[in-house]
């Protein structure tokens, strides 16, 4: 019995190195990436009540988390003007000075304070930059998939010239975690991170919840995903974050609701852990047309292929399409 097991194990690794090898002909790994084996291992992760701190060379910026990455301690911080977000090492930390609610706002904490209607479970957060900003913000989910990735659209999207910025949604189940009887796309993930590290795309990236919950026969959306009785919201959260940082790179302050479905207590949420809620107004699949200042909202996993295909031919039609970055949508 153990034979035949171990017989049907070995098929199924050597089907996976198949399949492994065939990815490996078409794309190209980043070698500077940090590799599933050699992931940084993050330990005492916790949220931060939005902390001020001066850095050794005098900048202000916001603690949002504190945490140990291979043993040293660092914190996120949020720069408040250009919201970028970077790992800072604990001792390159001059002084703190009080949570950021005790003092006047930065632009940062204004653009948390998102306006949602408390009674509306659908789209809420930012869906679009409200001043008259040309070209579009293009946003691109990655929620679990048993397929491949649209590979056509990403090369697509790194031949311009000038890379383009793209937010790219990103959930734990499709990066790292295997689903029964598939490989999961760590590789995807490493080509990714690959592209962006290369200067091919330039990539903010969003945070999709880590299991990203969907049930297709619920149809009552506020028992739906993370709105499923009992999913733990914040940790969804969390742990997308630690992923992100485990492969060395800097979770954004953008947030996804999968299905764009949330409550207004996961909006509070959000904001207490200094995170902004990203909606969309140009959901491609779903007939909507961009404008400008526009946040598009397509699928990069291959779950909705009819929404890339619209995009590839905008993209075709208007060669000169300029992509903003999510950086600069309260600009
Ligand atoms: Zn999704």
């Not at 479970?121 to 008259?132: A, D, P, T």
């Not at 149809?219 to 492969?247: A, C, H, W």
């Not at 075709?316 to 309260?330: A, I, P, Q, R, V």
Request: hydrophobic share 35%; net charge negative; proline share 5%.
């Amino acid at each position: 019995m153990k034979k035949i097991i171990f017989g049907i194990l070995s098929l199924f690794m050597s089907l996976n190195a198949l399949v492994a090898s065939q990815d490996e002909s078409n794309l190209t790994f980043c070698q500077e990436c940090t590799p599933p084996e050699k992931r940084f291992t993050i330990t005492n992760f916790e949220a931060l009540p939005k902390i001020r701190i001066l850095d050794t060379s005098n900048n202000q910026s916001i603690a949002i988390r504190r945490y140990e990455s291979n043993g040293i301690s660092y914190y996120l911080v949020v720069d408040p003007q250009t919201l970028e977000t970077r790992q800072l090492p604990v001792s390159q930390i001059h002084s703190s000075y009080g949570t950021a609610s005790t003092e006047l706002l930065t632009r940062y904490e204004e653009n948390l304070i998102i306006e949602s209607d408390p009674t509306d479970i659908g789209n809420q957060g930012v869906k679009c930059s409200n001043n008259r900003l040309k070209g579009v913000f293009l946003t691109i989910d990655m929620c679990q998939s048993r397929k491949e990735f649209e590979k056509l659209l990403f090369q697509r999207l790194s031949e311009r010239e000038s890379p383009i910025s793209v937010g790219i949604a990103m959930t734990g189940l499709w990066a790292e975690r295997n689903l029964p009887g598939i490989f999961n796309h760590a590789q995807e993930f490493s080509y990714l991170r690959s592209l962006n590290r290369h200067g091919k795309l330039k990539i903010t990236w969003i945070n999709h919840s880590y299991n990203h919950p969907y049930d297709p026969e619920q149809n009552d959306f506020s028992k739906n995903f993370l709105s499923t009785p009992g999913i733990n919201f914040q940790e969804e959260v969390l742990s997308v974050e630690r992923m992100l940082l485990s492969y060395g790179e800097a979770p954004s302050v953008f947030f996804r609701f999968p299905g764009l479905v949330s409550s207004s207590d996961q909006i509070n949420t959000l904001n207490e852990l200094g995170l902004i809620p990203l909606g969309s107004n140009a959901w491609l699949e779903k007939g909507e047309i961009p404008v400008d200042g526009s946040i598009i909202l397509i699928h990069g996993n291959s779950n909705e292929p009819g929404g890339v295909e619209k995009f590839l031919k905008l993209l075709e039609e208007n060669s000169e399409m300029k992509f903003n970055s999510l950086l600069d949508l309260f600009k």
